[in-house]
């Protein structure tokens, strides 16, 4: 927290937030966390050292407490609403003693809870005085995993200032991609646009009003920026497009490299477990990529993806330790190798078994996702007697189509284009979108 204040104190009046169209300065920040802070000591607030659920959105107030609360050797849990659903069993499994929300006026209000402290990596956080970042992340499979970051190390990959932008934090506040966004931004000096309708028309809107720069975001909204229209909305200000948290089309990224021939695209990396690793692409709008630098290492055994952090998660608080024994951590993600560079496959778990034959669900996808009209698709496998599994696809469409006349249309397109085992023997229409609240794609 130290570090962010000090250099906070270098940019003085220089806008920091835009919420709701009115600019919060870094001197505004600067101070309101130095006061909440001084509060938390003396006492005159609850929640220093203590495990604090931390129930907000992005807000000026919201990173003023998580700071103050991370400076307090407190163990802070960020929830936004997408995880109202599940909020009870998460404060259960996090053993939340306090709990401070923030209302629509960014006022706060605690409420105080009394746990029965089972965990013995809180405990031991608590114990030795240092802060703790708690974070609940989804995953590819659907089960809510609970992360613990030491709080001071996890802030301490925000030391190096980088060149200052006008940015949208598009991932969730309580999303590691989210945070990562936001920190990066605040110690460089930028100024952090938040959105809370991620449609592309409210997105496009905001970024054409406060002329923003840098937009991390993922495919699956990439894509349905595109074929909304984006060209109805002056863009004209961004510099990066940063995509993440899930794989990323073939099709589309030819189509954004279209679109935004000026802008520098970045495919982002990241897991709750290690945080967002730098990339580097093989070429502009290249999925073959380099992982590493900034205390990252990676490397690849049997085909699967580990990372070595020096800022890795202290551990779970509800599954076994996913590291091996050299301290690497198995990501589950396949990947394909050509030379220093190498390519996203998906989740291993995600794997197919036809009649003994494999099919990697975004081999398909990605075929799919070429066709005309096609806004979503999740391909996933389905019991079958007789070849033990078949290959389904769900599909959102931009325009009305009746399955069959799909369906014909997709076994052309693939036809010549993927083996005959791999081409959807069941096709399922949605109109619901097939990203969750989490900005997923929706669990296969």
Known sequence: MENLLEVWANFGERPALIWRDRSYS?????????????DLAAGRQPGAGQVVALAADYSPMSVVWLLALLGSRSIVAPLTPAFDAQRAELYGLGEVELEVALDADD???TRVFEPQPRQ????????EGRSGLLLYSSGSAGKIKAVVHDGARFLGRYRVSRRPYVTIPFMLFDHVGGLNTLFHTLSSGGTVVPVFDRSPAAVAQVIARHRVEVLPTTPTFLNLLLIGGHQRF???TLKILAFGAERMPAATLARVKEAFPAVELVQNYGLSEVGI???EAESRGSLWIKLGGDGYQARVKDGLLEIQAETAMLGYLNEESPFTEDGWLRTGDRVEVQGEYLRILGRASDLIVVGGEKVYPA???DVIAEMPGVMEVVVSGEPNMITGNLVKAEVRLSTEESRSAFRERMNQHL?????PYKIPQRVVLTQEPLQTARLKKRVR
């Not at 013995?120 to 114990?127: R, S």
């Not at 036809?415 to 083996?419: A, K, P």
Request: charge should be positive.
């Open 120 to 127: 013995p990596i809180l405990q031991k956080l608590k114990g």
């Open 26 to 38: 870094y001197r505004w920040l600067r101070d309101q966390t130095r006061t909440l802070h001084a």
């Open 363 to 365: 081999e398909v996808e």
């Open 277 to 279: 690793l730098k990339t």
């Open 107 to 109: 006022q706060a209000r």
């Open 234 to 236: 002056d863009l004209s």
């Open 415 to 419: 036809g010549n284009r993927l083996l």
